[in-house]
Structure formats: C-alpha cells, structure tokens
C-alpha cells in the first residue's frame, strides 16, 4: 500500500534557526508530492507542492522542498524559522490522481 | 463559497448514539475527499467522490460509516451507533479539474464520543 512518513515527532527550535523536516514516500507510479501546515485550531493550508520539472520547490511563506527521486525525499525546509511558524506540518502524496496519503505530522514549535 | 465549510464544528455523542457530519464544498468542484485524524496522527482516507458518484469507500472503517453526496455538491457523513474509537476530527476537502493541484480542506468536524 501506499505510504508516506514523516520522520520527525516533534521538532524545537529557537527563532532564525534553520529548518529541515524530513518526508519519504513509498513508490507507486504517479506521484505527487505536497506539504500542508495546520496552525493551532486552523484548518490544513498548503504551503507547497511538486508535480514535476524543477525538483526544488518553492512554497509561501519562505518555505521551500527538494525533490530527490532516489531517495523518495521531499524534505521541507525553511533558512530561518519565525515564533509564527509553530504548526503542526503534513506531508502527503498524491497516488494516481485520487488517492492523498499523508504522513503522521511533525509538530514544530519555535521558541521566541 | 470561499472556502470548505463543515458542520457541526464540534459534536459530543453518547456512545450508541447516530450522528450525521456535513460538508459543503467549493462551488464547482467535482472531487469530494472525506478524511479521519485522529489525535496525534495524519489524516487518514475514508472515502472519495466525483460529482455524485462514490468511487472509493476504502477507507471506511466499518459498515457503521456511509457516506453520501446525492446532488454532487453537498456531502454527508454517517456514523451509526457511534463507539469510542470514533472519536477524531472528520475532515471534508473539495479538489476542482484535475486533483492533482491539491485539495482545500475544511476546518473539520471534532467528534467526542462518550
């Protein structure tokens, strides 16, 4: 079955640090790949998203993911996090066109 | 509309009791996505939609769960003699032409079954 996993639980960083969320994806023909957040009592957003071509991404808020095929990679990062980047962050890929699998979540709280 | 919208926001049932969860999607899109997350985990895939027809209903966790979108836009949520385990936040997402830009989700429904 198709899967995608997050590694990290719980990350903690002071603000400006950099950031680096790992995400790996189970292989299963069409892939395509997405990082949503959820802030505090918020509903998902999403923040990326690749589907092809330029295999690093560009996302809102200063986020940005690489895509790396032989690793299953497509770790999110960010130069230098803010307090207002505390969230809980998803990623999930999109399996034949109809089919999102998301990782469990990394929760990430930035210490003023 | 704008957004996804989902009601109730927050549903306290009785265990054993029926409760109905409904969804109201951006106009036009033709997906509908119904997702469980259960506290301290991802969303996990219940069922999908496209117009009115019911094409995956793989993910349903038991014949207790049915869902419906009898006109193509509005869905609803079904869960019959509701038990502990239930108790998740019930997430709707609409997706237009062409799922693979991504859906917009709704806030949620948070269900507490006690």
């Known amino acids: 079955a198709q899967s995608v996993s997050q590694h990290n639980h719980h990350v903690i960083l002071s603000e400006a640090a950099s950031l680096e969320l790992g995400c790996n994806y189970s292989?299963?023909?069409?892939?395509?790949l997405f990082w949503y957040v959820q802030y505090p009592g918020q509903h998902l957003q999403l923040l990326l998203k690749y589907f092809s071509g330029d295999p690093l991404v560009k996302g809102i808020k200063g986020f940005e993911a690489e895509f790396i095929k032989s690793k299953f990679s497509f770790n999110l990062r960010k130069p230098s996090v803010q307090w207002s980047d505390t969230a809980e962050y998803f990623c999930?890929?999109?399996?034949?066109?109809?089919?999102?699998?998301f990782g469990a979540g990394t929760r990430l709280t930035v210490k003023p | 509309g704008a957004g996804v919208s989902q009601s109730p926001r927050y549903k306290v049932a009785k265990r054993g009791q029926d409760v109905a969860l409904r969804c109201d999607p951006i106009?036009?899109?033709?997906?509908l996505f119904w997702y469980q997350q259960a506290l301290g985990q991802g969303p996990e895939f219940l069922t999908y939609?496209?117009?009115?027809?019911?094409?995956?209903k793989s993910g349903l966790p038991s014949d207790r769960f049915f869902a419906e979108r009898p006109e193509g836009s509005v869905s609803t949520l079904k869960i019959q003699r509701t038990q502990q385990e239930d108790s998740a936040v019930y997430l709707c997402?609409?997706?237009?032409?062409?799922?693979?830009?991504?859906?917009?989700f709704g806030s949620g429904t948070r269900l507490t079954v006690v």
């Open positions: 106009s036009g899109h033709v997906s």
């Open positions: 999930a890929g999109l399996y034949n066109n109809n089919d999102m699998r």
């Open positions: 292989y299963g023909g069409t892939v395509n």
């Open positions: 997402a609409s997706s237009g032409e062409g799922t693979a830009y991504g859906y917009t």
């Open positions: 939609f496209q117009n009115e027809a019911q094409l995956d």
